[in-house]
């Protein structure tokens, strides 16, 4: 049966660098259009992305609302593409203080960005609200990157009655540790927002590691995909461990198995 599913990848190739979030950013949606489901994609507009030659324009319409992090309004900018020979439209999130100029996760010199948390809750309630607007109504969200870790959380607590999502069901991607440090200590604090409220947050660590960061997607997802040969094993686990129907990492040839466990949750 036809499904409208939500991709919200943190890496979409040709827009990055192949990696095999950004190979799967670009497969998995792919795959599912061409066997007739509804999608829509998104992804943030890293400063590294070149507008020009991935032709990215803006869009007016869905721009110009203002999120507050932090006590603090960063505005939300949203451009959009369409790669070619596929016709898969991507949706950008963007904003000058958190992907400008910027690089993925980590700087220059190598290291993690200190507002790696923020920016990833940007992206997550950037990607909610945008949907809301587009007045489209999925059927399934799949987050692909820990750049959208926290979208489980809020789809079951602060979105949980917004029509748009009332009954969609949220799987998670499991990739290989993407990130070295910890989220910062106002991770925890910026994540708070409308009904997922601060107590929800008491049994993660205050260090938001990579892997607190997976335990937080999984005890809101309605389904775990391990998404490659190499993950992290104590999170297949802690999924198995709290019954959240898990897939095992199904090689390369993905797409039927993906759309069983669509059905399954």
């Not at 049966?1 to 670009?26: C, H, R, W």
């Not at 987050?143 to 959380?153: D, H, K």
Request: charged letters at 25%.
């Amino acid at each position: 049966m036809a499904k409208k599913i939500l991709f919200i990848n943190q890496e979409i190739t040709p827009y990055v660098a192949d990696s095999d979030l950004a190979l799967m950013g670009k497969a998995l949606p792919q795959a599912m259009q061409e066997t007739g489901h509804e999608i829509r994609t998104f992804m943030p507009k890293w400063g590294t992305i070149n507008e020009r030659r991935g032709m990215l324009h803006e869009v007016i319409r869905l721009s110009g609302m203002n999120l507050i992090i932090d006590d603090t309004d960063h505005p939300l900018i949203i451009k959009v593409a369409t790669i070619n020979q596929t016709r898969v439209q991507v949706y950008f999130i963007d904003n000058d203080d958190y992907f400008a100029k910027r690089q993925m996760t980590v700087d220059e010199q190598g290291k993690d960005y200190a507002d790696n948390g923020e920016r990833a809750i940007f992206f997550a309630r950037g990607v909610l609200e945008t949907v809301k607007k587009l007045r489209w109504v999925p059927d399934i969200i799949h987050v692909q990157g820990w750049m959208g870790a926290v979208v489980p959380l809020y789809i079951k607590t602060a979105y949980h009655e917004e029509p748009s999502f009332a009954n969609t069901k949220v799987v998670t991607s499991l990739f290989p540790k993407s990130f070295k440090s910890d989220l910062g200590p106002n991770f925890k604090q910026c994540v708070v927002f409308k009904d997922a409220k601060a107590e929800l947050l008491k049994k993660y660590d205050d260090k938001f590691t990579f892997e607190e960061l997976g335990k937080l997607a999984i005890d809101y997802s309605d389904g775990v995909i391990a998404a490659h040969k190499n993950v992290n094993k104590e999170l297949l686990k802690y999924a198995v461990g709290n019954n959240i129907p898990t897939l095992n990492y199904p090689g390369e040839d993905f797409a039927q198995t993906y759309e069983e466990f669509y059905e399954k949750i």
